[in-house]
């Protein structure tokens, strides 16, 4: 609930310049990077189940805390901090849900995943319109108490764990195949920053094409945001159950990411207007129901219980870094040229990453690697 709201919260209560808030943005993402890192570190070394239970209890308490804050200094430490804590829940979650799964069920284990992160962005973001319209504070309090109802739902109902104690050789290997030494699988978060920059347009600088170029009313624009979420509800769990196993991780995500790249295109070479539009945010949103469970589902199988952590560290700090630098890169790209020229160049981005997803399969497949 406050992510979205947080820019409107900071120039119109505090009335802080733009440029204020987009620094406060800016510590946001960069707490995302050190809490991928972060989270990744301790899960392996502490496990997945203390973690989720810390994080979600911290972050709940810092939103709280952030809310009460009245300086601006207050304020980006604060938020610096949220997000550290808050971010190093994922790879923890990713590796919760690794566990929790077999690998027979493991990439719709992951888009059922995916399912409730996006009806929880949906709920919570009109549940979040309508607190901010009554008073700003409240959407720190609700947000930061959901945080806590969820540590107490999964301290309650989930079965913890059974324990373990991780052997030498067990914490040898999780060195030695350590995921900052797996130089295939670096390239893939090489990759992947460079498709999820491209993703993020769609919901930072892509409404403002449709508002500023193509003239869309506020409610069709909404109705094109709601697509997205709508097709991903009721396609994707099914989709992904049919294709699961068929092929290799790589050959979908390769698909899928062309597809988005083609989405992009389709503003430069198609003529404008309702159909163009919703033709294209059903090409991106295809693309991104074939290539994202996939993606998970490639980084889990080149880990292992001992190292898994880093692995989802890795891949938390590949789409935390493309939340900070794509929608940055993209309104500067449109503010010294335009959308259209924006366009070429995300859709040529997806096309290097979907080129090089393919080169990955080859090599992968020509070296054996499992």
């Not at 890192?37 to 899960?43: K, P």
């Not at 991780?166 to 195949?177: D, P």
Request: hydrophobic share 50%; net charge positive.
């Amino acid at each position: 609930m406050v992510v979205p709201f947080l820019t409107l919260y900071l120039t119109e209560f505090y009335k802080f310049s733009i440029a204020q808030a987009g620094l406060v943005m800016g510590l946001f993402g960069a707490g995302a990077i050190a809490g991928g890192f972060v989270g990744g570190r301790l899960t392996d070394k502490y496990g997945f189940y203390p973690i989720q239970l810390i994080t979600l209890t911290g972050g709940g308490v810092l939103f709280i805390v952030l809310g009460l804050m009245k300086t601006y200094t207050s304020i980006c430490i604060v938020t610096f901090l949220l997000s550290l804590v808050n971010e190093s829940f994922r790879p923890a979650n990713a590796t919760a849900v690794a566990y929790y799964s077999s690998p027979e069920n493991r990439t719709r284990s992951y888009t059922l995943n995916r399912l409730a992160i996006n009806l929880g962005w949906a709920v919570g973001g009109g549940l979040g319109g309508l607190l901010a319209a009554v008073n700003y504070q409240l959407l720190f309090w609700v947000d930061g108490l959901t945080n806590i109802c969820a540590a107490v739902v999964l301290w309650r109902l989930m079965r913890r764990p059974g324990s373990r104690t991780t052997t030498h050789k067990e914490v040898s290997h999780a060195i030695v195949n350590s995921a900052y030494r797996d130089k295939l699988y670096l390239l893939f978060i090489l990759f992947t920053t460079i498709f999820a920059m491209c993703f993020f347009q769609l919901f930072t600088n892509l409404p403002v094409f449709y508002k500023q170029d193509l003239h869309f009313s506020k409610p069709f624009i909404g109705f094109l945001m709601a697509l997205n979420g709508i097709i991903i509800a009721f396609i994707e769990m099914i989709l992904v159950k049919r294709l699961e196993g068929r092929r290799s991780n790589l050959s979908y995500i390769f698909v899928g990411v062309s597809l988005c790249s083609l989405s992009f295109v389709m503003y430069n070479i198609l003529p404008g207007g309702y159909w163009l539009a919703i033709s294209a945010m059903v090409v991106i949103t295809f693309g991104e129901i074939l290539s994202m469970p996939f993606m998970n589902s490639f980084w889990i199988s080149r880990s292992t219980a001992a190292n898994r952590g880093q692995y989802a560290g890795l891949y938390t700090i590949a789409w935390a870094t493309a939340q900070v630098l794509g929608p940055v890169l993209g309104s500067q790209i449109v503010q010294h040229y335009n959308f259209r020229t924006l366009w070429w160049i995300m859709g040529s981005l997806c096309f290097i990453a979907a080129t090089g997803y393919l080169y990955m399969r080859k090599y992968k497949d020509a070296h054996s690697y499992s």
